[in-house]
């Protein structure tokens, strides 16, 4: 086990100015499932190939427990990846793409095969330790790269988006299944995914990340509850947090003829701005006789759930999310009138996109 830490590692693909990875400061505790979570371009898989040694550090340093790895080759790095295209090989067995890399190392054959039993044990594989890759399904394919890592035992898990080549309902089974491995195994992971839902219901913390900029780094409930900027607002969370330009009035954040009432120390750390951004979760809108006025565009009904999507009326005709009660029927080109809960309410300046906090 160890801990990891980057410490303003820079990243500048040769032939372009922009650093891919830009004076990354992260530390990551021993144990601890870290997500590095951001859209294509942000730098998360640069992040994480750094770390495993597959992409040159040009400023400032790697560490992996108290050892600065920034120059060392990926095979002193005591790291094993999972990758996104699985990388098995198709003419061995499950059993020997999961011993591999202990034959390569020298380990004997009896405890090659103890380990890689006990990895198929805890990946439910058993079964399939003589078939080759190309009679499993994904997922299976998936569990035996898994298993490959395992058996090395190694320091850290680096883990590159690997569950983008599966189906939706295996995606949700399979997250579940990393994570309590994870957990059980107690080795320090760092994942990569492009999927905030993956990132939200697996890291113990969450590193958002944009254009090589590390934007927020929080547990996925605060990064959900209290985001620090815009960015980190509209990416976290689905559907999305509502983000509507709002004009500032003495009483509060205008939207249409709508005064959302505002605490005028909280107006205050605006500045010389004129409008705010207002960011709204879905669940934190409701029905109400005063409010946004909304056009139903449509009504999406998941059983115990349902969302209501509109354009707000008197405005630039921005879309709104809100949900709704599944009884609640709203028809489609209805207006209604949506009201954000005070007390949910997330406020950002139009110039610096930052939060503003009383």
């Known amino acids: 086990m160890a801990t990891v830490s980057f410490k303003g590692a820079t990243r500048v693909y040769p032939g372009t100015e922009t650093p891919a990875v ?11 499932f870290m997500v590095l979570v951001g859209p294509s371009g942000s730098g998360k898989s640069t992040a994480l190939r750094m770390l495993a040694g597959l992409e040159e550090v040009n400023e400032g340093s790697i560490y992996i427990g108290d050892r600065d790895v920034t120059n060392s080759p990926p095979k002193e790095r005591d790291i094993a990846m999972v990758f996104q295209n699985y990388a098995l090989y198709p003419h061995m067995s499950v059993a020997d793409n999961m011993g591999f890399a202990l034959k390569m190392q020298g380990v004997s054959k009896d405890d090659r095969a103890k380990r890689v039993m006990e990895a198929a044990k805890l990946l439910g594989l058993e079964e399939y330790l003589e078939r080759k890759p190309k009679a499993l399904s994904g997922g299976q394919r998936q569990r035996v790269a898994m ?10 898990f680096l883990m590159d988006e690997p569950l983008s080549n599966l189906d939706a309902k295996l995606r949700v089974q399979t997250r579940t299944q990393i994570a309590e491995l994870q957990h059980r195994l107690g080795v320090t992971t760092v994942y990569v995914t492009h999927d905030q839902i993956e990132a939200m219901t697996m890291g113990d913390r969450v590193a958002v990340l944009k254009d090589g900029l590390l934007q927020q780094v929080d547990t996925p409930l605060n990064l959900y509850d209290a985001p620090k900027n815009l960015f980190v607002a509209g990416f976290m969370g689905s ?3 509502n983000l509507i330009e709002a004009e500032i009035t003495d009483s509060g954040a205008k939207i249409g003829d709508y005064v959302v009432p505002i605490e005028r120390s909280l107006l205050a750390k605006a500045g010389d701005d ?34 209501l999507y509109g354009s707000a009326e008197n405005t630039t005709g921005q879309q709104i999310i809100a949900r709704i009660g599944t009884r609640m029927h709203a028809e489609k080109g209805a207006l209604v009138h949506l009201a954000p809960q005070p007390d949910k309410l997330h406020l950002f300046s139009t110039s610096t996109e930052q939060r503003l906090t009383a």
């Open 147 to 156: 298993g490959r890592a395992i058996v090395r035992d190694p320091q850290v």
């Open 239 to 241: 559907p999305a947090m």
């Open 22 to 32: 830009d004076k990354l400061d992260l530390d990551i505790s021993d144990g601890e």
């Open 274 to 307: 004129k409008t705010l951004m207002l960011g709204v979760r879905p669940e934190a809108f409701h029905l109400a006789d005063e409010g946004v006025p909304v056009r139903v565009a449509v009504v999406e009904e998941l059983g115990s759930d349902a969302y």
